[in-house]
């Protein structure tokens, strides 16, 4: 993780993905979406949401 990494709560992550906070959780929960703890909440690397976006792109048709 580069230096100064900019960090997204749950809830921004899940409203960016057009998700509930539920489906963020379980997505860090499953090892498919990198995150922090931070106490006892959970920060995602901004740069780790654009990656899981990209890699979820597929064909369709």
Request: glycine share 6%; net charge neutral; charged share 25%.
């Given at each position: ?60 048709g």
């Amino acid at each position: 993780m580069a230096p100064g990494a900019v960090f997204l709560t749950v809830a921004e992550v899940a409203e960016q993905m057009r998700v509930s906070k539920m489906t963020v959780y379980r997505l860090v929960h499953a090892g498919d979406l990198e995150a922090v703890r931070v106490g006892r909440s959970f920060r995602v690397p901004a740069q780790a949401v654009a990656d899981f976006i990209e890699k979820s792109f597929y064909e369709a048709g």
